[in-house]
């Protein structure tokens, strides 16, 4: 009973980490990252989709809370609906890519989509360990995301 307890603690940890990330606007210094895209000149916009999508994750990140206690508690039948939602978040959500790097944010909010799907039918099995094994690959989905996705602080 401790090792299921553990692992959705560690989840809904995770959750709260990604929206922490997003919320300092996928976090990063700004250094040397091969990948993205030139930094902006001084004088070029900050995005104007990081509110928004900073909203956006903490729905997310509350949704998460919310499928990670109920997954805790045997109640997986119940998750159907709110992952749903998720998906319909994150939909929007992949919309608004940060200038810096949209295609590797498309290629994450596609992954995080058929991890979303893996989720919900895990619930539909009935079992707890499949929902929250579902629920930890999602949750790395979203780290991975995260954490690849430095971007530049805006102006």
């Known amino acids: 009973m401790k090792r299921p307890f553990i692992r959705i603690l560690t989840t809904t940890l995770s959750c709260f980490l990604i929206a922490g990330l997003a919320m300092a606007g996928c976090g990063g210094e700004g250094g040397g990252s091969q990948?993205?895209?030139?930094?902006?000149?001084?004088?070029?916009?900050p995005d104007p989709n990081t509110e928004a999508?900073?909203?956006?994750?903490?729905?997310?990140a509350q949704l998460c809370e919310g499928?990670?206690?109920?997954?805790?508690?045997?109640?997986?039948?119940?998750?159907?609906?709110?992952?749903?939602?998720?998906?319909?978040?994150?939909?929007?959500?992949?919309?608004?890519?940060?200038?810096?790097?949209?295609?590797?944010?498309?290629?994450?909010?596609?992954?995080?989509?058929?991890?979303?799907?893996?989720?919900?039918?895990?619930?539909?099995?009935?079992?707890?360990?499949?929902?929250?094994?579902a629920m930890q690959a999602l949750a790395i989905t979203c780290g991975v995301c995260h954490y690849n996705c430095k971007f530049p602080a805006d102006p």
């Open 67 to 133: 499928i990670a206690l109920a997954i805790e508690e045997g109640s997986v039948g119940t998750i159907g609906a709110d992952v749903s939602n998720l998906k319909g978040v994150m939909e929007e959500v992949s919309t608004m890519p940060p200038r810096y790097d949209s295609s590797r944010f498309g290629f994450y909010a596609s992954d995080f989509q058929i991890r979303a799907d893996t989720l919900i039918a895990a619930a539909e099995t009935g079992s707890a360990i499949e929902a929250d094994s």
């Open 35 to 45: 990948d993205h895209a030139e930094e902006p000149a001084e004088s070029e916009a």
């Open 53 to 60: 999508r900073q909203e956006y994750m903490r729905e997310i």
